[in-house]
């Protein structure tokens, strides 16, 4: 069987499951685009995995959603059509979790960021083609008061409120775009050893390729495309049920809403 070659634009690429993800892609034969924050990270990186393939890279800190809007110009500018994005970079803990706007940079990271990066792209995102949101075994529902930066929370606390937040964002997507594209929500498996989670929990973690595996069989296989808007969860191995309040498609709206009022503010001119 002949494969057809895809796009395949991964957030967060320069560490952890995002750049496995990146390495196993590319050996298999498509075209990569890394991103991460670090400049010098992301061109070694890029270094490293153009001697498996075709890779190329942009930059921009996620934390900086201006950053964010002009980093989609310029892969608009050079891609004509991307196959699969994988909204993959995330943030766990830092040292100052509450940033300069006053919002919680866990919402900015895991939750704007992605959701701005996807709405510029979509233009360019094949109508047949996936967005793979990373989300989590750890949801809690979403404070729209936290969502705004009014109320500060704890680590686990916004981390989790912001994984419930992308999964109930990509449901939306997914019935409002009926599938043109495909949206997924995943969690890649719990206590992978990244630095995300050695720094959370001081532990060394399972082994990374579990998500890899995930991350691979959602970009690639055809079967992906009858699950739109669902939520695969690789704690079990298969689709399953997130937290009931991403099957709720009146709560999935009202928390989009508010990520896109909050998403437009903080992109104005
Ligand atoms: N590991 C797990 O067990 C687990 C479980 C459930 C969900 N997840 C999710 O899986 C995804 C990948 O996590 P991971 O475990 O692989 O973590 P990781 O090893 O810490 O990698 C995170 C990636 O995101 C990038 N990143 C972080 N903050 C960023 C920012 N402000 N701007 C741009 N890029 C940024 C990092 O860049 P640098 O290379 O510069 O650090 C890195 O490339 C996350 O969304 C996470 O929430 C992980």
Redesign the pocket.
């Known amino acids: 069987m002949t494969m057809t070659q895809k796009t395949i634009l991964i ?9 496995e993800t990146a390495k196993a892609l590319v050996t298999a034969g498509h075209i990569i685009i890394l ?4 400049v010098e ?1 992301l061109k070694r990186v890029e270094m490293q995995l153009s001697a498996l393939g075709n890779v190329k890279s942009y930059a ?4 900086d959603l201006h950053a964010v809007t002009a980093m989609t110009e310029n892969i608009k500018r050079d891609v004509k059509q991307i196959d699969v994005l994988i909204n ?5 803990k830092t040292s100052s979790p509450v940033m300069s706007s006053g919002l919680d940079m866990r919402f900015v ?2 939750v704007f ?1 992605p959701f701005i990066l996807t709405q510029r792209l979509l233009p360019v995102i094949s109508k047949s083609g996936r967005v793979i949101n ?5 949801q809690a529902p979403v404070s729209e008061a936290a969502l705004k930066g009014e109320t500060t929370l704890s680590d686990s606390a916004a ?1 989790a409120q912001s ?1 419930l937040a992308i999964t109930m964002w990509s449901n939306h997507m997914a019935h409002k775009l009926s599938g043109q594209p495909t949206f997924i929500a995943v ?6 050893g ?4 050695k720094d959370a929990y001081g532990m060394a ?1 399972k082994d ?1 390729n579990i ?1 890899v595996k995930a991350l691979t069989y959602l970009a690639l296989d055809p079967d992906v495309d009858n699950h739109n808007g669902e939520y695969f969860d690789n704690d079990r191995g298969h689709f399953g049920e997130p937290h009931t309040d991403a099957l709720d498609l009146e709560k999935c709206k009202d928390v989009t809403d508010e990520i896109e009022k909050v998403a437009s503010e903080l992109t104005a001119p």
């Open positions: 957030t967060g690429s320069t560490d952890g499951i995002g750049l991103h991460g924050r670090n990270k921009s800190d996620l934390s993959n970079a995330g943030v766990f990271v895991n960021a990373l989300s989590s075994a750890a981390y994984k969690n890649p498996g719990s206590l992978l990244t630095n995300m989670v973690g990374i998500g």
